[in-house]
């Protein structure tokens, strides 16, 4: 069993920024698919953005493009999620994902039933 833990969520003032991580100690996310999702009481949970690390395609939800970037470090086996512009609207809880089952050919899915690896999540909250 894969466990993922992020880090790096808090509260800042609307316009901050945070930088989230996600690490899967003793295993190797850089082929796989690595998805973002938020959660609000009451609410589903949502996808934020993904990367398939083996074959590059990116999706980042209308909501936070040109705001928020993946990226991902091969040295330290991290993902990250950098979040700039806050909004109130982005306050969640914050989790990382893994799909270990898509093909590098493929785009990374939005629905958290495809993602077969999760972490606790990490709650962001942003005030105004």
């Known amino acids: 069993q894969v466990q993922l833990a992020e880090a790096g969520g808090g509260s800042v003032q609307a316009g901050g920024s945070l930088r989230l991580s996600c690490v899967a100690p003793g295993h190797n996310l850089g082929s796989v698919c690595v998805g973002w999702f938020r959660q609000v009481p009451g609410k589903e949970r949502e996808a934020v953005a993904s990367?398939?690390?083996?074959?590059?395609?990116?999706y980042v939800a209308d909501s936070v493009k040109g705001r928020f970037t993946l990226s991902r470090n091969n040295a330290n086996n991290t993902e990250y999620l950098e979040m700039n512009g806050l909004k109130p609207e982005d306050t969640a809880i914050y989790y990382c994902?893994?799909?270990?089952?898509?093909?590098?050919?493929?785009?990374?899915?939005?629905?958290?039933?495809?993602?077969?690896?999760w972490g606790r999540g990490t709650q962001v909250t942003v005030s105004s």
């Open positions: 994902a893994a799909d270990s089952r898509r093909g590098y050919w493929q785009q990374c899915s939005k629905s958290e039933a495809d993602y077969n690896y």
């Open positions: 990367i398939h690390n083996g074959g590059g395609a990116t």
